[in-house]
């Protein structure tokens, strides 16, 4: 499993009380350090060496070249002269003097995750980047984010001869700077699950993209309250058959642990082991040779991030844990879950066969 980590993503300072601070990190990589013992004890036993099981990633700033894929050149700029200052660019998403050089490496270090993933020299990875990146629109900052490092990524795939590429956005809040970024374009299937309504209070079941990416624009908005078995109904009925459909030769995953149960920032229900179902689907449904780089997102309770990502890491790191469970049956959601669900198969009937 490929990692790219970077102490520069600690550079970019929250003001007091800001839920998107640094300790997040911390959290995150305790989190993987602790889903590293795992597979070091399952695999060696006791009293064997322990050996590394990341292929670490030197994270480099992205370059003006691959931002312009997916950011305006006006808006590239304009960030850059924001940098060593100070201040909010909405009441949400601020800087701080390091908050540039962090953003730029940010976006370099999914750069730097898809290279490696194109390489062969891992078949799955984790890039682990502050500020976050799936809100942030062509040309404006918003919602914690300065640059989408996700849709750099995929762009950057892209630009590699990879044709068909899957986003897929389990943060609680809509990714809604990468649905813009790729709304009209049917080389990228995003794919989102999100509380609805919540921040930023876009992702209908409706917005199904334009022009030629008509269809490859996928929402699955959610009601509140939603637990593991609700976002397992949601990937056997909706995102795995799209997955299979697809047959993506490049998959991201805008890997966001807000839908935590503990988490402050929004209603859902998932836990550690949910999260742990949804990578393990995901990579049993991905074709062979398909890749899989995961993306840092949202995630705002401390104890949530680390229990989240060693249930991430651990299925990366090659534990298939238990064996998946028969779908849900249908009749088992609550109401308004399996109406949300059914809205958007009604939604995607023109497009894709059914679940």
């Not at 918003?142 to 001869?161: D, E, K, T």
């Not at 790191?317 to 059914?342: H, I, Q």
Request: with cysteine.
């Amino acid at each position: 499993m490929a990692l790219a980590d970077d102490e520069l993503f600690l550079q970019h300072v929250a003001p007091p009380d800001h839920p998107e601070r640094g300790q997040r990190l911390l959290a995150v990589r305790a989190g993987l350090h602790q889903a590293e013992q795992a597979a070091q004890s399952r695999d060696a036993g006791p009293g064997a060496p322990a050996t590394a099981r990341y292929v670490p990633v030197a994270a480099t700033d992205a370059t003006d070249e691959q931002l312009a894929r997916v950011h305006a050149p006006a808006y590239i700029e304009q960030l850059g002269q924001l940098a060593g200052r100070s201040g909010h660019l909405d009441a949400d998403t601020y800087v701080s003097p390091g908050s540039v050089a962090a953003a730029r490496r940010a976006a370099g270090a999914a750069v730097t995750l898809v290279d490696t993933l194109l390489a062969g020299t891992a078949r799955s990875g984790i890039a682990v980047p502050r500020p976050p990146g799936h809100h942030a629109l062509r040309d404006q900052a918003m919602g914690f984010c300065l640059l989408n490092n996700v849709a750099v990524a995929a762009a950057h795939a892209r630009s590699h001869g990879r044709q068909r590429i899957l986003v897929l956005d389990w943060d609680v809040h809509h990714g809604n700077g990468t649905e813009a970024i790729f709304y009209d374009d049917p080389s990228v299937l995003f794919v989102s699950l999100h509380q609805y309504p919540n921040y930023p209070g876009t992702g209908a079941a409706r917005d199904l993209g334009s022009g030629e990416g008509r269809g490859r624009n996928v929402n699955i908005p959610l009601p509140p309250g939603g637990d593991d078995s609700v976002y397992r109904a949601a990937f056997q009925r909706i995102v795995l058959p799209l997955v299979e459909q697809f047959a993506p030769d490049f998959a991201l995953v805008s890997c966001g642990f807000d839908a935590h149960q503990r988490d402050p920032l929004a209603e859902m229900q998932l836990t550690g082991a949910g999260y742990a179902q949804m990578t393990r689907d995901l990579l049993a449904t991905l074709p062979g040779a398909c890749p899989l780089g995961v993306v840092l997102e949202g995630g705002y309770d401390l104890q949530a991030l680390t229990e989240s990502t060693a249930a991430v890491a651990q299925v990366l790191l090659g534990d298939a844990g238990k064996a998946p469970d028969e779908p849900p049956p249908r009749g088992e959601l609550a109401a308004d879950a399996s109406a949300a669900l059914a809205e958007v198969q009604s939604a995607l009937a023109p497009y894709w066969r059914a679940g």
